[in-house]
C-alpha cells in the first residue's frame, strides 16, 4: 500500500464541516474522514456504471404477517445467482433479522432489494454495497 502525503486547501466552513464529520463518526483523524469520502465516493460512482458489487441486503420484519416469509424466501430463489447466502435470527416474539450476502451488478442488486424492502411487514431494509476489485 502506498503511502503519500500531500497538503489540501479547504475553506474554513469546509474545514469546520469536515472536523464536525470526524468527531460525528469517530474518525481518528481527518486524513482518515477523508479518506472514507473518497472511497464512498468511489463505490458510489461504481454502482452508476453498474459494475459488479458485494454487499448485503439487512432486513428487520415482523414474522407475524401472514405468508411473508415465503414471499422472501420465494424472491432470493427467483435471484439465486446474486445470493450467496443468507442467515436469519429471531430477536424476540415478533421480529426477525435476515443478512442476505449478494454479489453481482449493482443495478441487478438494487432491484434485488427494492422487491425484498417492499413487502408488507418489513419494518426496515437496507442495501449496503462495496466495490469488488
Known amino acids: 500500500m502506498a ?8 475553506d474554513e466552513e469546509v474545514l469546520k464541516d469536515l472536523d464536525e464529520f470526524v468527531v460525528e ?24 456504471c453498474n459494475n459488479v ?4 441486503i439487512v432486513l428487520l420484519y415482523d414474522r407475524q404477517k401472514k405468508d411473508l416469509t415465503i414471499k422472501l424466501k420465494d424472491i432470493m430463489h427467483e435471484n439465486s445467482e446474486l445470493i450467496l447466502s443468507s442467515q436469519h435470527f429471531q430477536l424476540n416474539q415478533d421480529n ?38
Request: aromatic share 6%.
Open 3 to 10: 503511502l503519500t502525503r500531500f497538503g489540501v486547501s479547504l
Open 25 to 48: 463518526n469517530s474518525f481518528p483523524n481527518r486524513s482518515r474522514a477523508i479518506r472514507y469520502l473518497v472511497e464512498k465516493s468511489l463505490v458510489e460512482k461504481k454502482w452508476q
Open 53 to 56: 458489487v458485494a454487499g448485503a
Open 96 to 133: 426477525c433479522l435476515e443478512i442476505v450476502a449478494v454479489k453481482g451488478k449493482a443495478k441487478k442488486l438494487t432491484l434485488l432489494a427494492d422487491k425484498l424492502t417492499g413487502n408488507k411487514g418489513i419494518i426496515h431494509g437496507k442495501l449496503i454495497m462495496s466495490r469488488v476489485e
